[in-house]
């Protein structure tokens, strides 16, 4: 059964044939669409699961589609970036199921069945895009996942999504032109868009067209992941969107940019005279986004955007460990973006429960919530303090393995720049817990507010728990990325 | 001493039990169910109190116990190691946690919150112990964020402006000293590929000197924030008269020493005596400790509020400590260690004291207290011993701290060291003794104070206040008359020194 061979294009294809087929069959019924979304969703993680299960027996493994043989047919691959996916179903399921109640609420209640679509195709968008093993493919997965954020972002009923989401809409197709130019300029010099083929017979030594390639599909995948500079559509795209929908968007989407750097790398294995300066770059503007994001929001005042902001500082960190290229790094920064995805939708997803019940988005406005809406409140506790990177917590992995990696690539400067990154996080997740907690109520919707339905508080909580669990699962997870760092970049100390 | 190692999950259960505990105590915060709160923290401090007293027998006896739990990073696990020195502050926590618990119960009996404090300390209780029980580095760092993060909600209990300004002081201070530690343990780790607790240190002698002395100043540093090592003791008054007072003993007679306990762990288990030598930074915390004890000693003895004169005494007598450890002689370590362990009942009981002082009169200066002692006898008779211990009286348990203390500073040949102690103890003679003699002046016939009061209110209330209070003196005199007898602290402070420095450094 786990030897099927027909499981890997499963990953993409369901949820994204089940996406087009929500509007056609429940346009008239939401709530049904909310059910089939989510036993889509469900059986697309159970797809994931079971190609994970077949990766630890045996290793990564490929699919030709259609039974065309690689480097002339399309290649699907199976490897432990594209494991990805198990969390991606997984943050897309609670999200899916914490939308029943929200988006009847926060959408337009015509566009609700719409509503579950876009997530579906979302989700195979990034599915498809983690094990595509052909770079047009990558282009095209590419596309089909920002586009159906860009409309998700836009369904939200506040008057600045619509702005928001045009200001994400020109980027991300700016940054989509890049990739596609690059994909071209790869396909001309190698004839094959194969990316394992097309690794081995790019010229990397040839700095002009092979350069142009590197940078235009570095700075497309950089947009997508938000790295300091391009960050800049994030806050207001992320803080705009339907709650989930930012969940989905901070959690998983900008990760899918990550993937992209990571087969980018891969691509360009062979060329160290390139390579060197983009990783340089990459630490430096990984360290300034740190700073940055973390700073940036400490100041706000809207708790979503505070979040948003966190993002882009994750980001940061995520960079910084991809681009000091040391083992510990990153297989720390691989880890990272797992680790960040469950802490920051659990986030989402608690911010959102608390926007549904009070309509309150301020900070201080939320004072003694705790004892309002225990559980949320508890949740996004946890998870502020888990984000921090307070051992035993999910983020200190990261944090511990980028830390050393620093000292390893002899950047001892990189660790003040994490440890003070670190201590802003913690600042602002204490003034929202203090807010919750140690705060009498200022607000009338904040005395009269209730917990949420279950279907609300149970993801947050299990998306809480796993961000104290994931913590104690540090190890395995580094070595179960192992391999993915040696393939992308070779043997590294 | 012939190591004798053993595996045992009792270590964990004395840490986890608290922290389950604690979460339990809230499901049952409220009015109604106060037997069962009540219950829990009983069952939960009495668990951890008789696992630590049996680890410390097992200790006394020769054994050590170790449990190694799963892999936080590797290769470094989450590892717990019961030896000497941890065992005797386990000990010391575990059993202050039980008098502040109990005081609590008094202290907070018109608190509407008070299970939730119950529950916050039984669960930091756990930190406290995880602290004293870690085998290394990283297991230390992970229960001492816990902790002081759980310290927040104690600190900031009152709700009140001042106490949230203390609290977010407070956080702000810590915090910063967690980062600092993280940074150390990230370098020593990267030095040294392991930050396992070894006596005799870790750190390869042949690493660079400007990094060894970077490691050194950001692992000082930052647990000197938790020390209160001058000057970065700026949390300490503030945040002392703030908590609610079980509260307050519990930081100024453990957590406080938590920090220099760090200390003294990272002085001779991961630099080692040989290495710190060679880098020559011991002058540095020795001067900075002296200076603590005096200009500590020094604010004290112009505060007028009784809690923060008691919180600048603590920053004053932690410094004892650290300046001791710095001459690395076996007999001042010891003195050190079981200087610790007394501070922590005297220190705490005469917060408790000053708590009831408050609950019952609502006076906080001490030029106030006028006549004090014969509205509450009991309170203030203990007030008054606790206070001379800490002077150093023969024979409570302070003299016998500070007389080792003294005697190993001299065969060390620290005379300079000797002297600043001397002179800290005679400044704390000069803020205590005029406590003592306000609080037992003749009332005057026309103080309201008194005057207004009726007959039942002149009189301390009975119960779990009491209780504690005495508890502490009784503990204080004690631990002063029997100290030389196998089991209590200065034997366990010997076997500590002699497992951190060696058997050899007895000469």
Known sequence: MIDWPHWLPLLAVLPLVGGVLTPLLFHRLPNAACFWAASIAALTLAVAVALLVRLLASGGFGYAVGGWLPQYGIELRFDEIGALAVAAGFIALLSLVFSRHYVARAVEPDRAPLYYALVLINLGGLNGFLVTGDLFNLFVFMEIFSVSAY???????????????????????????????????????????????????????????????????????????????????????????????????????????????????????????????????????????????????????DIKRMLAYSTVANIGYIFIGLGLATASAVSGAMVHSVNHAVMKSALFLAAGAIIHRTGLRNIDDLRGLGRRMPITAFGMAVALIALSGVPPAAGFVGKWQIALGALEAGQPWLVAVLVVAGIVVLAFGVRVINALYFRPPARVPVASAIEVPASMWLPVLLLAVASLALGLAGTPMLAFVGPAVQSVYGTIP | MNGMLSTSWLPLLAIVAPIVGGMLVFRAASWERKAAGFQVVAVCSATTLSVCAFMAYQVSRGHQIELSLLELVPPIRLALRVDAMGALFAMTVASLFVLAQAHAIGYLSNDRRQWAFHGFLLASLGCMIGVALAANLVTLLLFYELFSLLAYPLIVHERTPKAFRAGLKYLIYILSGGALIFSGIVLAYWLAGSVDFLPGGVLPMTAPNSALQTIWCLLVAGFGVKAALMPLHGWVPDAHPAAPAPFSAVLSGVMVAAGVFAIVRVLLEIFGPAMLDQLGVLPWLAGFSGFAIVAAAMLAVAENDLKRRLAYSTISQMAYVSLAATLLHPVALTGALVHITHHAFFKGGLFLCAGSILAVTGLRRISRMRGLGWRMPWTAGTFTLLALAMTGLPPLSGFVGKWTLGTGMAQAGGFGHLAVMLLGSLLAAAYLWPVIYRIWQRPEQDDPLHAGASRDERHERRGWMLFAVLAAGAATVALGVAAGLPGFPLELARMAAEQLLGPSAWK
């Open chain 1, 151 to 301: 409309a998700l972002v836009a369904m939200a009923r506040a008057p600045i999504a619509a702005l928001a989401a045009l200001k994400y809409l020109l980027l991300g197709a700016l940054s989509s032109l890049l990739v596609l130019f690059s994909v071209g300029v790869v396909f001309a010099m190698t004839g094959t868009l194969n990316i394992e083929d097309a690794a081995v017979l790019l010229d990397a030594s040839s700095a002009m067209p092979a350069g142009l390639a590197l940078a235009g599909l570095a700075t497309g995948f950089a947009v997508k992941a938000a790295l300091f500079p391009v960050h800049f559509w994030l806050p207001d795209a992320h803080a705009a969107a339907p709650a989930p929908v930012s969940a989905i968007l901070s959690a998983l989407v900008v990760k899918a940019g990550v993937v992209g750097l990571l087969r980018t790398l891969e691509l360009f294995a062979g060329g160290d005279d390139l390579l060197q300066p983009l990783l340089t770059l990459i630490v430096w503007l990984g360290a300034l986004g740190a700073l940055g994001g973390a700073l940036m929001a400490l100041v706000q005042r």
